[in-house]
């Protein structure tokens, strides 16, 4: 059995260390105080018997569980993030742990009125007699993606300390800057040397997935032109309310929130503006190579139409793509989904193979050589002060990292 207290401690201990990322930053990673995660995950793999445990030039932590057994064993990988998203507060963490939850909604900070309802949040449901980890209502938990590092080392401290427990060698890796889409900028997958992988960044007990978006970031600059108010007729242009009309020309019912599955969207993540000046920000996201490209072609278009409108030059794009649907790279390797799907089944898990409505360092490193599924860490409600995470669902997520590397052994 795993050891479900330090499993635990690890977690309660990763997540009060602050390690945002920042994505206005040009440096990599792109905030420093990643690097001290980084660090200790180092000292504890050394303690753990990872004599070649690392941390390299970029914030890139290596290490490797030698093989202690006599077959021809593939090389397997597991990768966690240690950077938190930079949209919600991350510093001074307080996790609580709420011991036999009794399905009632969950008051997480009286002062500020936050409480986790059972009407927003039905997957409550879900959790009863269960111990889960909260906020204080204030910040992030971070189990996206602490819960997985833990899982990780927990599962290296079994193997490491359980010597009949026969497996091949087993490569271990922790990412920065996966948050702002930076994670694997400068990861050395031949320098990794795993078969395959596995990330542990996935929400809820029994996820797994092999698809994500096609992603691209836009960025509209509107150039403006700023005149007293009083002499303004037939000459100011309020780039305010161009960039307004810009958003506008996108479809309201494909935002995030009106879709769902293998549905795409336009997400507007940032609007900052003045008379003179004013920039959109976009994330575009879609399963579809084909839709995906519509929906850059579209974005295009409305940028033209400004410009056509107002004056060339007045609406700047600047369309960037971020990631692609790993899919097409897992597929031929499919034994990686179905050897997990088997594990969580011959642990209790029920396994739910959905797309993920995201990305992952996974779906990157799929197309850099490194097959890469994902599979559930356990949180629900990642990036906000609603976040938790079932210690069970961690529990079951390290078994079934052990399972999956038991299979293998035994094929």
């Given at each position: 059995m795993?050891?479900?207290?330090?499993?635990?401690?690890?977690?309660?201990?990763?997540?009060k260390?602050?390690?945002?990322?920042?994505?206005?930053?040009?440096?990599?990673?792109?905030t420093a105080?990643?690097?001290?995660?980084?660090?200790?995950?180092?000292?504890?793999?050394?303690?753990?018997?990872?004599?070649?445990?690392?941390?390299?030039?970029?914030?890139?932590?290596?290490?490797?569980?030698?093989?202690?057994?006599?077959?021809?064993?593939?090389?397997?990988?597991?990768?966690?993030?240690?950077?938190t998203?930079?949209?919600?507060?991350?510093?001074?963490?307080?996790?609580?742990?709420?011991?036999?939850?009794?399905?009632?909604?969950?008051?997480?900070?009286?002062?500020?009125?936050?409480?986790?309802?059972?009407?927003?949040?039905?997957?409550?449901?879900?959790?009863?007699?269960?111990?889960?980890?909260?906020?204080?209502?204030?910040?992030?938990?971070?189990a996206?993606?602490?819960?997985?590092?833990?899982?990780?080392?927990?599962a290296?401290e079994?193997?490491?300390?359980?010597?009949?427990?026969?497996?091949?060698p087993i490569?271990?890796?922790?990412?920065?800057?996966?948050?702002?889409?930076?994670?694997v900028?400068?990861?050395?997958?031949?320098?990794?040397?795993?078969?395959?992988?596995?990330?542990?960044?996935?929400?809820a007990?029994?996820?797994?997935?092999y698809?994500?978006?096609?992603?691209a970031?836009?960025k509209?600059?509107?150039?403006?032109?700023?005149?007293?108010?009083?002499?303004?007729?037939?000459?100011?242009?309020?780039?305010?309310?161009?960039?307004?009309?810009?958003?506008?020309?996108?479809?309201?019912s494909?935002?995030?929130?009106?879709?769902?599955?293998?549905?795409?969207?336009?997400?507007?993540?940032?609007?900052?503006?003045?008379?003179e000046?004013?920039?959109?920000?976009?994330?575009?996201?879609?399963?579809?190579q084909?839709?995906?490209e519509?929906?850059?072609?579209?974005?295009t278009?409305?940028?033209d139409f400004?410009n056509?409108?107002?004056?060339?030059?007045?609406?700047?794009?600047?369309?960037?793509?971020?990631?692609?649907?790993?899919?097409?790279?897992?597929?031929?390797?499919?034994?990686?989904?179905?050897?997990?799907?088997?594990?969580?089944?011959?642990?209790?898990?029920?396994?739910?193979?959905k797309?993920?409505?995201?990305?992952?360092?996974?779906?990157?490193?799929?197309?850099?050589?490194?097959?890469?599924?994902n599979l559930?860490?356990?949180?629900?409600n990642?990036?906000?002060?609603?976040?938790?995470?079932?210690?069970?669902?961690?529990?079951?997520?390290?078994?079934?990292?052990?399972?999956?590397?038991?299979?293998?052994?035994?094929?």
């Open positions: 795993i050891n479900k207290k330090n499993l635990t401690d690890r977690f309660l201990r990763y997540v260390m602050d390690t945002q990322s920042d994505d206005s930053s040009t440096s990599f990673p792109s105080k990643q690097l001290e995660l980084s660090k200790l995950l180092v000292k504890e793999l050394n303690e753990l018997g990872l004599n070649d445990a690392s941390i390299d030039e970029y914030g890139y932590v290596m290490a490797t569980v030698p093989a202690n057994t006599a077959k021809k064993v593939p090389t397997i990988g597991f990768l966690a993030h240690v950077d998203a930079p949209d919600m507060p991350g510093v001074s963490v307080k996790p609580r742990i709420i011991e036999n939850y009794d399905g009632n909604d969950i008051l997480l900070n009286s002062e500020n009125n936050v409480t986790i309802s059972v009407t927003d949040f039905p997957e409550l449901h879900d959790y009863v007699g269960q111990s889960l980890i909260v906020t204080d209502g204030t910040t992030l938990l971070g996206d993606d602490k819960a997985g590092i833990a899982e990780i080392m927990t290296v079994y193997m490491m300390g359980n010597p009949e427990f026969k497996h091949g490569r271990i890796g922790f990412t920065v800057d996966e948050e702002v889409g930076r994670g900028d400068h990861f050395d997958v031949k320098k990794f040397n795993a078969d395959f992988a596995y990330t542990l960044d996935g929400g007990i029994g996820e797994l997935e698809e994500n978006f096609n992603a970031g836009a509209i600059i509107i150039q403006g032109r700023n005149i007293h108010p009083g002499y303004a007729k037939d000459k100011m242009l309020n780039a305010m309310h161009i960039a307004m009309e810009m958003n506008s020309l996108l479809p309201p494909e935002r995030p929130e009106f879709t769902v599955n293998y549905e795409g969207f336009y997400h507007l993540i940032g609007f900052q503006g003045s008379v000046n004013a920039t959109l920000q976009y994330i575009i996201r879609d399963h579809s084909a839709k995906f519509t929906r850059k072609a579209f974005i278009k409305c940028a400004i056509a409108k107002y004056g060339e030059g007045v609406a700047k794009l600047e369309l960037k793509d971020q990631y692609y649907n790993m899919r097409e790279k897992v597929e031929p390797v499919i034994h990686v989904v179905d050897t997990a799907v088997k594990a969580m089944e011959l642990v209790g898990v029920k396994p739910k193979v797309p993920i409505r995201g990305g992952t360092d996974g779906a990157r490193l799929s197309y850099m050589g490194l097959p890469c599924p559930f860490a356990g949180g629900e990642f990036h906000g002060k609603h976040e938790f995470v079932p210690i069970e669902s961690m529990e079951k997520a390290t078994e079934v990292m052990l399972k999956i590397i038991e299979l293998y052994e035994s094929k």
